[in-house]
């Protein structure tokens, strides 16, 4: 389970992130929220660094979409 949870947010972090619409960028955040925590579940579990480092990439990926988000929304 930890290592499928593992290969998922490796692929996410490789996907395309172009010419998203508003609501491919609501889904991008929120899967990015729910891989975070259930990595972090992990994290706390095994005090692994590699899983550290995968979840600061996908705090940054989200970030960055919730910033364009954000930006379009007001």
């Known amino acids: ?30 899967e990015a929220k729910t891989l975070i925590l259930d990595l972090n ?8 660094d590699n899983i550290m480092d995968i979840m600061k990439r996908l705090t940054a990926i989200k970030r960055k979409v919730e910033k364009r988000l954000k930006g379009r929304l007001i």
Request: a positive charge.
């Open 41 to 48: 579940q992990i994290y706390k579990k095994k005090k692994d």
């Open 1 to 30: 389970m930890e290592l499928e949870l593992i290969n998922k947010a490796l692929e996410f972090e490789q996907r395309k992130m172009r010419s998203l619409s508003t609501s491919d960028r609501v889904m991008i955040s929120r």
